[in-house]
Each structure stands twice: as structure tokens, then as C-alpha cells.
């Protein structure tokens, strides 16, 4: 059974204590709550608080004038563990957050929380807080999405990527019409500028590599519609699922690697289809003019602006502002891995997570659910693994694939343990060994050798041998049978 | 991280990844007839032929090796899945490196050929769509699989290899080739002319470029036979005419700039066209000064006779070539019936290495560097024994027979015309397509006919002939005995009469005979 054990600290400022807490602070507290998959795997959720109140030295930081501030000088003096949360408790009339917002969540682990006056409330509050900042129970669900039973889970649950060990980005930009636009994009910059620090913190999750490459003459497999009122192309949000097929078969599988790869795109659009907008279902052109496909990449349309009298030579060259396209491509980068800040109430007040491109409660979301996925992906393999045996007979388990299935179940079992003691980085360095354990076993090319070794071919070639022997055999048998069945009936018929 | 603009990010992260020095792929079809054809620019041997130097930094060769291999079969739609240890060779002398090289440990080499891969449309495309405007504009537009199939000979390779990035060679770029060779024979197709055009050829004419490419240009050779000029006309008229020494010949190119503006001025599509003025009798070319024939000898599915023929044609001066062959280990070559004669006397080589095979392991490698004298003909025999194959190595048409690799001819010849250096900045394609060198000679790699060979094979239905038999035999026997051991006897009631002696009595009253 799976326990996920969050580490969390409440930590009462001055003025901010309720009144009615059970015991004087400090104290622990210890809330569980169920997860149900299906009617057989649960997973628990187990929150150990502990209360306590402010050193000095949190004091005169929660002095400072804006959250912002405060979150900054709090951070040297958290528990920086992953997975772990700080939320600081500020009183009912205190300043630091502005007026309407009741909780304000920081860049780092930690959270400001207004105090509500009974402890009922805070408590309430701060459930909330840990369903944004940790882990929920949909979220959880999701990874363990085919384990649950149709129709329970809602339709964004699959979009997530799949957790793996590593992650190939490929940046490609398509030039339809190379005669009417020569496009030059500073990508190596832009990488280095936007991309790096982002993956570098995701780093502690997957190896990523990344790549970029121009492709000509890579067309669109959609002919956009022209609309007279705005003078422009449109696709429309339903032909664009029809867009990605025609292009992927230009970008090229990785050859080298077997790791999954994630395409951005960036189409300039020909000149006699300029300019192009994405449309949504609403009718409305989308403002950033680019849409994303769960589990592969995104797509961004980049009009470039005609000039205003027919230029004199074609064909036009064009610097591509990589700011604005890394932006939305950043952004898809999120969403894709499911960090999403759409379901956040509205007294939130959630700090922006600058040029590091996510927060470290995010990283955290990302561990949970990756190391929950993995540890449910190697016990689905083990017990395949056992069942294939258990049907056919015939395979061979040498003693490297034996050797990999033990270490296979050691990691998961030590990955189990440490969800339950609350290490979330040792957890989802355990999960990752087992899960390449088991994957290592699970392929290995010797099980194939007698995988297939027909019954009908036994039977083809000891049947000319034993079936005209048996016949005998049998009809003196029979023989036997009717002559004892005879003399039973009439004993005494001997002379 | 890596970032591609035009190279194809397929094979370059190909080459960063598994440490490639130099690649070189050849996938072709058919067989070049030096005799009718004359020296062929490029030639490539039947079937595929994979060559590879890796980098210093390589540790496991082979492994990379394998790697490659099974990407490039991903790559190029080909099965070159099937190199492995038993068709792969290390040569020492044969295949330099053709790009920049620090140092040649033969050790970092591996050579495969595949003779029985075929080559088809599945083939052409990845290799279209390394090109980075496609198949949509510039000279490849012409090349359509229908047209482009249909024709004698046709071969299609990539090269690979490492180049200094200007004339200070202080960096380095790596370059890719992609050359195609194709010989559309209209003469002996029946179509009696040997005038040509592109149209007529690819169904198509160039109607643009590639806005990408720096220089695109279309050479026809028009180089006068016998000192007689104005024997042919080409239209439309070129943009320039480009004289060369090209493999020991002086040529005349036609040269078509796609790029200038004024060849698209007068017409949308450019569609070269070349007319002969008077009717030629006999397609005669001239031979060249180096070529060489292959062939099995003997008789009998036991032994046989592998014979080179190498001829030098060259009036007054000998040179020598290096020849490299790789035999399947199946044929078990004896070195001591090698014998190499030249004008009826012995040959010695200078340098032989020889490797063994070892059975299902690795092929026999044969390189020897033999000097040709003048106007002569060399013969090179060494008979081999033909091996019993496991039952089940054979290939599914085993009577079809067992393909040897062609062998592999590299020499300088000298030429008879000196060649002057070439300007590499003006025309950097054409140099290095006919590099020279020094003034004096060109290199040039031959191959020779893969062989067909014939192993003794086995009767494949006799396992359930036996299988059938023996069952038969024992179930015949065991059930004798036992229907004897255990047979009891006991008295029987005359019966009535079966059905035989009913209608025996039946005959029996017709002919008035008392009944049974």
C-alpha cells in the first residue's frame, strides 16, 4: 500500500494564534485522507503538521513591506526538503498581503496565510493551500489513470507526459515558401537565454536534450479559409488536429535515442496565406496564435508583417523575435508536463516564477506524480512479467534477468518506504531504479527465443509414432475390460 | 545540443552521437558495362556497400559499428539490419579516408557489402528528403521514381566526411554528398537515336532553384570525339563552356548556371536538349585504361575457381593497384593455390594480407597490392571448396545461389593528358567529383561483378520424410510383436456366412454347381 507523507509546517506569527487550539504550541497533528483508484488500490495521503510559533529571526522577516520581500528573506530559513511545505501565518489585519487575498504561495516552499480566527477556518484555508501546492487527489488519479475504471476520470487526465527518464526538445521552425521569406532565428541564443535555466531546474526530473533544425517546403496539411471582414486566414480549432500528421512525417524520429521528444514548431506562413490566425472554438483568433497537442509539442503561427508597399525584392527577410516565441513555447513546455495555474480559488495570490520558469512547489507536483506513476509502471510490469511466465512455460529466465527482477522489487519496496517517511527525492530516485530494472528485465531479447514454440508441431511429430501403437494397446484393452465383465457375470461357468 | 540549418538533423546527430569519422553509403542496381559505357565517374558495386572511419575517441568499434548499421537500415528504408560480424571486413590498405584525417589506424574501419539488397523507390525517398529543399524545387525535381527506375544502372550514395571550412583550414565543417548516378541506355532500348533531352529522360524540365542552394549548375559533355567539332548541338545554349581534364581525358562540359537570370528569361523551364548531327553507327567508347572482370571457375558443386582478369591498357606505363576481396566464409578459399600471372610469367605482390575466415564468424579478407606492367592482362586464381551449411542458414531460395561480394579495385593511374589544378572556389563541386591529386595521375576504385555461387543443398522435406518412415517402421514392428505376444486363440462356431459366400452361393446357382 502506497502512503504519500507530506512534511508540513504551520508557523504562528505574533497576533495570529486562534484561540482555540487543543494544546499550547509546539504540537503535531496528523491528518489522513484516502485516495481511491478502483475498488482495489487506494493510496493515502498522510499530512504531519507540526504547529509551532515564529523565531525571531522569521519575525523580522514577515516585517518586511511587500510578500514578496518577506517570501525572499523566509527562504534561507526553511526546511528546503522536497516535498515538504512552510506555510507562515500572518494575523487577520496584517498588511503584508493586500487587500481580498487571503493566502499568498512564494516561489519557493512556502506559502502566507491570513489567519482566519477559529482554528476550524485556518484549517480549512490551509487544506486548501496544500491542494495547490501539494498534490490532489484528481492529480494523483490521473497518474494512475489505467488503473482506474472508464468514466470516473475527466477528460484532461491523460494529457500529462508520461513520466521517463529523459525528454528530447526539438525546436523546428518551417519555412513554407523559402523564395517569398528567408527566415533567420537566433536560436542558439534564445536556448541558452530562456531555455536553460528552466530545464536546468528540471533537471533533478529527466535528462533533456535539446535540438533545433529549419525545415523547407514543410507545409500545413490544412489550406486555411480566407475571411473578407479581417482581411486575414483563419484555421479553425477543429481543423487543427488534421494539422500535425503532414508535418511529422518532415521532423524525423530521433535516431540515437529512445527517449520521448517533445516538437515545437514555428511556421511562418507563405506569403500568399498571410497572415494566419488560429482560431478557437469561440470564433475568436487566439492571441498568441498557438495551440499544443497533449503528449507531443506545440505549434506557433508567426505572421510576418507585410510591408507596406510591395517590396522591391523577394524575398524578405526575417528576424524572428525569439522572446515572444519562447514565451509560448515555455509556456506549452508547462502545460504539457501539467503544471497548469487554472483551478487556483480566488483569493490566491500566486508569485510568478521568473526566469527559472517554475516554482519549486511545482517541481514538487511534477516528483509526486512521476515517482506515484513509476512505482505503479514497475509493479504492472513485475506482475505481466509473472503472468506471461505462468502462461507459457517454455521460457528461459537467465540469471542477469533474475538478477534485474530482484533489484527491480528491492527499488520499488525502498521507494515505499521512503513516500512513507516523507523523502520525496530519495523516494523518486528509487522509483527510477526499479523502473529501469523492471523495464530491462521485462525486454530483455532473451525471453523471445522460445516465446513461440507451437503446440501442433509436438503433436505433428509424435503422433505417426504413438497413434498406431496405441491402437493395439487400446483395442486389447477393451478386450480385457469385456472379457473380466464377462466372467463377473457368470463365475461359475468354468468346467 | 545541437542546432541544424541545412544539414539533416537525421544524420547529424547520427554522426555526434555514435562518434563517425567519415560515412559512406552506396545502395545501387545493376552493373556498370565499362565497355559500352566507358570509365565510369563513380562507381559503387551491386547491392549495398557501407564503409565507415570512426573517430579516435571510439572505444567499442564494433558496437558503435552495429549501432550504425541498424539506424542507417532505419534511415534508409534498406536492410542493412543484415551486416553483422560475417559480412564486415577491417581492410588496411584499400580504404583511405577521404576527408580530413589526423591519423589512420586501420583498427578504426569497418567495410560491409550487402550483394543481395535491392534497390527500389522505398530507397529514394529518405534519400530525397535529405535535401533541404526536397523534392520540390531546384535540380531534384527531375528525379521522379518512375522515370528513374526504368533505366540499366542506377545508384544512389552518401557521403559523409569532414572538410576544412576555408583555404586557412583553421576549422573544420563536415559535408554531405549525395551523388545519384543513373545510365539510361536509349540506344540499345530501341529507340535508335542518341539524341536526348531532359524531357524525354525524367518526363519533367528544371523550372526553378532551390532559392537555398549557392550555385546549382547542369554540365553536359560534349566533347569532341576524334578532333571533330560541330558533330553535336545542344540547346538551349549554355551560359559558359567549361574545359577540364577529366580521369586522364580532355573534356568539354556545356555549362548550364540555373542561377544566372537570363536562363530563365526567354522561357518558365529550362529542358536541354543535345542532337547529333550525323547518325552515329556504333556506339564506340574508348576503353579505359584500367578495368577488370570476375568470374567462378570449375565445375561441380565441391570445389571452384575464383578468376580475376585486370587489365592495363596504359601504352608504356605500369602502375600498380591494390585489390581487396572479401569472400563469405562458406568458401573456403586454400592461399596456396593463389597464383597471379602476368604475360604468362609469375606476378609476386608486394604486399599481401591475408585473414582467414573462421566458420559463422567472419569472412576471408584477401588485399594485395600488385604491380600491372604495361598493355598487359593479369590473372588471379585461387580455388576454394564449397562448405555443407546447417539446414537452417540456409535463405528461403537457396537454389538461387550464394552472392560473393565485389571486389574492390584502387589505383592511381596515370593519365595519359596532364592535369592542371583546378580552382577549387569557382567550381567546388566539380573538384571534388574528379579531384587530382598531382598533375600526373587520378585515383580510381573499381569494382568487379559480384559472383553467384551454388552451394550443395540439402533435401528439405527429409525430416518428415524420416520422421514418417521410422514411425512407420516401429509402429509396424512393435505392433507385430505385440499383436503376437498377446493374440489369444479360441474356438469359432461355423458361422452362417458373410456376405462373400452369400453372393459366391448366388454365382454358384446360376451355374447349377451344388452350393458352398
Same mark, same amino acid.
Given at each position: 500500500?502506497?502512503?504519500?507523507?507530506?512534511?508540513?509546517?504551520?508557523?504562528?506569527?505574533?497576533?495570529?494564534?486562534?484561540?482555540?487550539?487543543?494544546?499550547?504550541?509546539?504540537?503535531?497533528?496528523?491528518?489522513?485522507?484516502?485516495?481511491?483508484?478502483?475498488?482495489?488500490?487506494?493510496?493515502?495521503?498522510?499530512?504531519?503538521?507540526?504547529?509551532?510559533?515564529?523565531?525571531?529571526?522569521?519575525?523580522?522577516?514577515?516585517?518586511?513591506?511587500?510578500? @514578496?520581500?518577506?517570501?525572499?528573506?523566509?527562504?534561507?530559513?526553511?526546511?528546503?526538503?522536497?516535498?515538504?511545505?512552510?506555510?507562515?501565518?500572518?494575523?487577520?489585519?496584517?498588511?503584508?498581503?493586500?487587500?481580498?487575498?487571503?493566502?499568498?504561495?512564494?516561489?519557493?516552499?512556502?506559502?502566507?496565510?491570513?489567519?482566519?480566527?477559529?482554528?476550524?477556518?485556518?484549517?480549512?484555508?490551509?487544506?486548501?493551500?496544500?491542494?495547490?501546492?501539494?498534490?490532489?487527489?484528481?492529480?494523483?488519479?490521473?497518474?494512475?489513470?489505467? @488503473?482506474?475504471?472508464?468514466?470516473?476520470?475527466?477528460?484532461?487526465?491523460?494529457?500529462?507526459?508520461?513520466?521517463?527518464?529523459?525528454?528530447?526538445?526539438?525546436?523546428?521552425?518551417?519555412?513554407?515558401?523559402?523564395?517569398?521569406?528567408?527566415?533567420?532565428?537566433?536560436?542558439?541564443?534564445?536556448?541558452?537565454?530562456?531555455?536553460?535555466?528552466?530545464?536546468?531546474?528540471?533537471?533533478?526530473?529527466?535528462?533533456?536534450?535539446?535540438?533545433?533544425?529549419?525545415?523547407?517546403?514543410?507545409?500545413?496539411?490544412?489550406?486555411?479559409?480566407?475571411?473578407?471582414?479581417?482581411?486575414?486566414?483563419?484555421?479553425?480549432?477543429?481543423?487543427?488536429?488534421?494539422?500535425?500528421?503532414?508535418?511529422?512525417?518532415?521532423?524525423?524520429?530521433?535516431?540515437?535515442?529512445?527517449?520521448?521528444?517533445?516538437?515545437?514548431?514555428?511556421?511562418?506562413?507563405? @506569403?500568399?496565406?498571410?497572415?494566419?490566425?488560429?482560431?478557437? /472554438?469561440?470564433?475568436?483568433?487566439?492571441?498568441?496564435?498557438?495551440?499544443?497537442?497533449?503528449?507531443?509539442?506545440?505549434?506557433?503561427?508567426?505572421?510576418?508583417?507585410?510591408?507596406?508597399?510591395?517590396?522591391?525584392?523577394?524575398?524578405?527577410?526575417?528576424?524572428?523575435?525569439?522572446?515572444?516565441?519562447?514565451?509560448?513555447?515555455?509556456?506549452?513546455?508547462?502545460?504539457?508536463?501539467?503544471?497548469?495555474?487554472?483551478?487556483?480559488?480566488?483569493?490566491?495570490?500566486?508569485?510568478?516564477?521568473?526566469?527559472?520558469?517554475?516554482?519549486?512547489?511545482?517541481?514538487?507536483?511534477?516528483?509526486?506524480?512521476?515517482?506515484?506513476?513509476?512505482?505503479?509502471?514497475?509493479?504492472?510490469?513485475?506482475?505481466?512479467?509473472?503472468?506471461?511466465?505462468?502462461?507459457?512455460?517454455?521460457?528461459?529466465?537467465?540469471?542477469?534477468?533474475?538478477?534485474?527482477?530482484?533489484?527491480?522489487?528491492?527499488?520499488?519496496?525502498?521507494?515505499?518506504?521512503?513516500?512513507?517517511?516523507?523523502?520525496?527525492?530519495?523516494?523518486?530516485?528509487?522509483? /527510477?531504479?526499479?523502473?529501469?530494472?523492471?523495464?530491462?528485465?521485462?525486454?530483455?531479447?532473451?525471453?523471445?527465443?522460445?516465446?513461440?514454440?507451437?503446440?501442433?508441431?509436438?503433436?505433428?511429430?509424435?503422433?505417426?509414432?504413438?497413434?498406431?501403437?496405441?491402437?493395439?494397446?487400446?483395442?486389447?484393452?477393451?478386450?480385457?475390460?469385456?472379457?473380466?465383465?464377462?466372467?463377473?457375470?457368470?463365475?461359475?461357468?468354468?468346467? | 545540443?545541437?542546432?541544424?540549418?541545412?544539414?539533416?538533423?537525421?544524420?547529424?546527430?547520427?554522426?555526434?552521437?555514435?562518434?563517425?569519422?567519415?560515412?559512406?553509403?552506396?545502395? =545501387?542496381?545493376?552493373?556498370?558495362?565499362?565497355?559500352?559505357?566507358?570509365?565510369?565517374?563513380?562507381?559503387?558495386?551491386?547491392?549495398?556497400?557501407?564503409?565507415?572511419?570512426?573517430?579516435?575517441?571510439?572505444? $567499442?568499434?564494433?558496437?558503435?559499428?552495429?549501432?550504425?548499421?541498424?539506424?542507417?537500415?532505419?534511415?534508409?528504408?534498406?536492410?542493412?539490419?543484415?551486416? $553483422?560480424?560475417?559480412?564486415?571486413?577491417?581492410?588496411?590498405?584499400?580504404?583511405?579516408?577521404?576527408?580530413?584525417?589526423?591519423?589512420?589506424?586501420?583498427?578504426?574501419?569497418?567495410?560491409?557489402?550487402?550483394?543481395?539488397?535491392?534497390?527500389?523507390?522505398?530507397?529514394?525517398?529518405?534519400?530525397?528528403?535529405?535535401?533541404?529543399?526536397?523534392?520540390?524545387?531546384?535540380?531534384?525535381?527531375?528525379?521522379?521514381?518512375?522515370?528513374?527506375?526504368?533505366?540499366?544502372?542506377?545508384?544512389?550514395?552518401?557521403?559523409?566526411?569532414?572538410?576544412?571550412?576555408?583555404?586557412?583550414?583553421?576549422? %573544420?565543417?563536415?559535408?554531405?554528398?549525395?551523388?545519384?548516378?543513373?545510365?539510361? $541506355?536509349?540506344?540499345?532500348?530501341?529507340?535508335?537515336?542518341?539524341?536526348?533531352?531532359?524531357?524525354?529522360?525524367?518526363?519533367?524540365?528544371?523550372?526553378?532553384?532551390?532559392?537555398?542552394?549557392?550555385?546549382?549548375?547542369?554540365?553536359?559533355?560534349?566533347?569532341?570525339?576524334?578532333?571533330?567539332?560541330?558533330?553535336?548541338?545542344?540547346?538551349?545554349?549554355? =551560359?559558359?563552356?567549361?574545359?577540364?581534364?577529366?580521369?586522364?581525358?580532355?573534356?568539354?562540359?556545356?555549362?548550364?548556371?540555373?542561377?544566372?537570370?537570363?536562363?530563365?528569361?526567354?522561357?518558365?523551364?529550362?529542358?536541354?536538349?543535345?542532337?547529333?548531327?550525323?547518325?552515329?553507327?556504333?556506339?564506340? %567508347?574508348?576503353?579505359?585504361?584500367?578495368?577488370?572482370?570476375?568470374?567462378?571457375?570449375?565445375?561441380?558443386?565441391?570445389?571452384?575457381?575464383?578468376?580475376?582478369?585486370?587489365?592495363? =591498357?596504359?601504352?608504356?606505363?605500369?602502375?600498380?593497384?591494390?585489390?581487396?576481396?572479401?569472400?563469405?566464409?562458406?568458401?573456403?578459399?586454400?592461399?596456396?593455390?593463389?597464383?597471379?600471372?602476368?604475360?604468362?610469367?609469375?606476378?609476386?605482390?608486394?604486399?599481401?594480407?591475408?585473414?582467414?575466415?573462421?566458420?559463422?564468424?567472419?569472412?576471408?579478407?584477401?588485399?594485395?597490392?600488385?604491380?600491372?606492367?604495361?598493355?598487359?592482362?593479369?590473372?588471379? =586464381?585461387?580455388?576454394?571448396?564449397?562448405?555443407?551449411?546447417?539446414?537452417?542458414?540456409?535463405?528461403?531460395?537457396?537454389?538461387?545461389?550464394?552472392?560473393?561480394?565485389?571486389?574492390?579495385?584502387?589505383?592511381?593511374?596515370?593519365?595519359?593528358?596532364?592535369?592542371?589544378? %583546378?580552382?577549387?572556389?569557382?567550381?567546388?563541386?566539380?573538384?571534388?567529383?574528379?579531384?587530382?591529386?598531382?598533375?600526373?595521375?587520378?585515383?580510381?576504385?573499381?569494382?568487379?561483378?559480384?559472383?553467384?555461387?551454388?552451394?550443395?543443398?540439402?533435401?528439405?522435406?527429409?525430416?518428415?520424410?524420416?520422421?514418417?518412415?521410422?514411425?512407420?517402421?516401429?509402429?509396424?514392428?512393435?505392433?507385430?510383436?505385440?499383436?503376437?505376444?498377446?493374440?489369444?486363440?479360441?474356438?469359432?462356431?461355423?458361422?452362417?456366412?458373410?456376405?462373400?459366400?452369400?453372393?459366391?452361393?448366388?454365382?454358384?446357382?446360376?451355374?447349377?454347381?451344388?452350393?458352398?
Amino acid at each position: 500500500q502506497v502512503r504519500l507523507v507530506v512534511p508540513m509546517a504551520v508557523v504562528f506569527s505574533p497576533g495570529s494564534v486562534p484561540r482555540d487550539l487543543p494544546r499550547p504550541l509546539p504540537f503535531r497533528d496528523v491528518q489522513e485522507m484516502e485516495i481511491s483508484v478502483n475498488l482495489r488500490t487506494s493510496v493515502t495521503s498522510h499530512y504531519e503538521m507540526r504547529y509551532r510559533s515564529t523565531t525571531g529571526q522569521e519575525e523580522a522577516a514577515l516585517a518586511a513591506a511587500t510578500a @514578496r520581500e518577506a517570501d525572499a528573506a523566509l527562504h534561507p530559513l526553511q526546511d528546503t526538503t522536497m516535498g515538504s511545505l512552510t506555510m507562515y501565518v500572518v494575523p487577520e489585519t496584517s498588511s503584508l498581503l493586500p487587500q481580498g487575498i487571503n493566502v499568498y504561495v512564494g516561489k519557493h516552499r512556502s506559502a502566507l496565510v491570513r489567519a482566519g480566527g477559529s482554528l476550524a477556518a485556518l484549517q480549512a484555508r490551509l487544506r486548501e493551500v496544500t491542494q495547490v501546492m501539494s498534490f490532489t487527489a484528481s492529480s494523483i488519479a490521473a497518474t494512475l489513470s489505467d @488503473r482506474v475504471p472508464n468514466g470516473q476520470l475527466s477528460p484532461d487526465a491523460r494529457r500529462n507526459l508520461k513520466s521517463s527518464l529523459g525528454y528530447e526538445i526539438t525546436f523546428s521552425l518551417l519555412n513554407p515558401d523559402p523564395k517569398s521569406h528567408t527566415v533567420d532565428w537566433d536560436i542558439e541564443g534564445a536556448v541558452n537565454r530562456y531555455v536553460k535555466p528552466v530545464l536546468d531546474k528540471l533537471s533533478l526530473l529527466a535528462n533533456f536534450s535539446v535540438d533545433s533544425q529549419i525545415l523547407y517546403y514543410a507545409v500545413l496539411g490544412v489550406t486555411p479559409r480566407y475571411d473578407k471582414e479581417s482581411s486575414s486566414f483563419l484555421l479553425s480549432a477543429h481543423s487543427l488536429p488534421h494539422v500535425i500528421n503532414p508535418v511529422e512525417a518532415r521532423l524525423g524520429s530521433s535516431a540515437a535515442s529512445l527517449y520521448p521528444v517533445l516538437n515545437f514548431l514555428l511556421y511562418v506562413p507563405e @506569403r500568399s496565406h498571410s497572415p494566419l490566425y488560429i482560431q478557437d /472554438k469561440d470564433g475568436a483568433p487566439v492571441s498568441t496564435n498557438a495551440f499544443h497537442s497533449p503528449r507531443w509539442g506545440g505549434i506557433m503561427v508567426y505572421n510576418v508583417e507585410a510591408p507596406a508597399s510591395p517590396p522591391a525584392s523577394l524575398p524578405l527577410h526575417v528576424d524572428v523575435d525569439m522572446a515572444r516565441v519562447m514565451e509560448v513555447f515555455l509556456a506549452q513546455l508547462r502545460l504539457l508536463f501539467g503544471l497548469s495555474r487554472e483551478e487556483v480559488p480566488p483569493e490566491f495570490l500566486l508569485e510568478r516564477p521568473g526566469n527559472e520558469g517554475l516554482a519549486d512547489w511545482e517541481l514538487d507536483h511534477l516528483l509526486w506524480a512521476h515517482t506515484v506513476e513509476n512505482i505503479a509502471t514497475v509493479s504492472t510490469t513485475l506482475t505481466s512479467l509473472a503472468q506471461l511466465l505462468d502462461k507459457i512455460g517454455n521460457i528461459v529466465i537467465k540469471d542477469d534477468v533474475a538478477s534485474e527482477v530482484y533489484r527491480a522489487v528491492a527499488s520499488v519496496q525502498s521507494a515505499v518506504t521512503k513516500l512513507s517517511l516523507g523523502h520525496l527525492h530519495a523516494a523518486f530516485q528509487a522509483s /527510477k531504479e526499479a523502473v529501469t530494472s523492471s523495464e530491462r528485465a521485462f525486454f530483455d531479447p532473451s525471453l523471445l527465443h522460445l516465446l513461440y514454440f507451437p503446440d501442433d508441431q509436438k503433436f505433428a511429430i509424435y503422433i505417426p509414432l504413438f497413434l498406431p501403437m496405441a491402437v493395439p494397446i487400446l483395442l486389447s484393452l477393451a478386450k480385457i475390460v469385456r472379457e473380466t465383465r464377462l466372467r463377473k457375470k457368470e463365475p461359475t461357468k468354468m468346467d | 545540443v545541437s542546432h541544424y540549418r541545412l544539414f539533416p538533423k537525421a544524420l547529424g546527430r547520427l554522426v555526434a552521437a555514435l562518434g563517425v569519422r567519415e560515412l559512406h553509403l552506396a545502395l =545501387t542496381q545493376g552493373f556498370w558495362r565499362t565497355r559500352y559505357w566507358g570509365q565510369p565517374p563513380l562507381q559503387a558495386p551491386a547491392g549495398a556497400e557501407l564503409w565507415v572511419w570512426f573517430q579516435p575517441t571510439v572505444t $567499442d568499434v564494433d558496437k558503435a559499428w552495429k549501432e550504425l548499421s541498424n539506424i542507417l537500415s532505419g534511415i534508409f528504408c534498406a536492410s542493412l539490419n543484415f551486416i $553483422d560480424s560475417t559480412n564486415t571486413v577491417i581492410p588496411t590498405a584499400s580504404f583511405k579516408p577521404l576527408g580530413l584525417a589526423n591519423g589512420t589506424d586501420h583498427h578504426l574501419l569497418r567495410y560491409a557489402v550487402l550483394p543481395r539488397e535491392v534497390v527500389c523507390t522505398e530507397n529514394l525517398t529518405p534519400w530525397k528528403k535529405l535535401l533541404p529543399c526536397g523534392s520540390k524545387a531546384g535540380l531534384a525535381v527531375l528525379l521522379k521514381a518512375e522515370r528513374l527506375f526504368h533505366s540499366s544502372y542506377h545508384s544512389q550514395a552518401v557521403h559523409i566526411r569532414p572538410i576544412c571550412r576555408d583555404a586557412s583550414c583553421l576549422a %573544420m565543417s563536415w559535408e554531405l554528398r549525395q551523388t545519384l548516378t543513373v545510365v539510361f $541506355d536509349f540506344f540499345s532500348s530501341g529507340q535508335g537515336k542518341k539524341d536526348w533531352s531532359l524531357f524525354k529522360m525524367f518526363s519533367r524540365t528544371l523550372t526553378d532553384t532551390c532559392p537555398l542552394a549557392s550555385q546549382s549548375k547542369v554540365y553536359v559533355d560534349i566533347s569532341p570525339k576524334n578532333k571533330e567539332k560541330e558533330l553535336l548541338e545542344v540547346s538551349p545554349p549554355p =551560359t559558359s563552356v567549361h574545359e577540364a581534364i577529366v580521369q586522364g581525358d580532355k573534356k568539354t562540359y556545356a555549362v548550364y548556371d540555373l542561377l544566372s537570370p537570363s536562363l530563365f528569361n526567354t522561357s518558365r523551364s529550362l529542358n536541354v536538349q543535345l542532337k547529333w548531327k550525323r547518325p552515329q553507327d556504333s556506339s564506340e %567508347m574508348p576503353i579505359p585504361i584500367l578495368h577488370a572482370q570476375r568470374y567462378v571457375g570449375g565445375y561441380g558443386l565441391q570445389t571452384g575457381e575464383i578468376c580475376t582478369l585486370i587489365y592495363n =591498357t596504359h601504352p608504356y606505363r605500369a602502375f600498380p593497384v591494390i585489390l581487396l576481396e572479401t569472400v563469405p566464409w562458406y568458401l573456403r578459399l586454400y592461399v596456396h593455390t593463389l597464383t597471379i600471372i602476368t604475360k604468362g610469367k609469375e606476378n609476386k605482390p608486394s604486399y599481401i594480407h591475408y585473414q582467414p575466415a573462421q566458420d559463422r564468424r567472419r569472412p576471408h579478407l584477401l588485399e594485395m597490392l600488385i604491380q600491372l606492367p604495361a598493355n598487359s592482362v593479369t590473372k588471379i =586464381t585461387i580455388q576454394f571448396e564449397r562448405a555443407l551449411l546447417k539446414w537452417t542458414e540456409y535463405p528461403p531460395d537457396p537454389n538461387h545461389g550464394f552472392y560473393v561480394g565485389s571486389s574492390v579495385l584502387s589505383a592511381l593511374v596515370p593519365s595519359v593528358t596532364a592535369t592542371k589544378d %583546378m580552382d577549387v572556389e569557382q567550381s567546388p563541386l566539380f573538384t571534388s567529383l574528379f579531384p587530382s591529386s598531382d598533375g600526373s595521375s587520378y585515383f580510381v576504385r573499381l569494382y568487379t561483378e559480384p559472383l553467384l555461387v551454388n552451394l550443395p543443398t540439402p533435401d528439405f522435406s527429409m525430416p518428415y520424410n524420416v520422421i514418417c518412415l521410422t514411425c512407420t517402421v516401429v509402429a509396424v514392428c512393435y505392433g507385430s510383436f505385440y499383436n503376437l505376444l498377446t493374440r489369444t486363440f479360441h474356438v469359432e462356431e461355423p458361422s452362417r456366412g458373410g456376405l462373400a459366400k452369400r453372393l459366391a452361393n448366388v454365382i454358384r446357382k446360376f451355374r447349377g454347381v451344388p452350393p458352398l
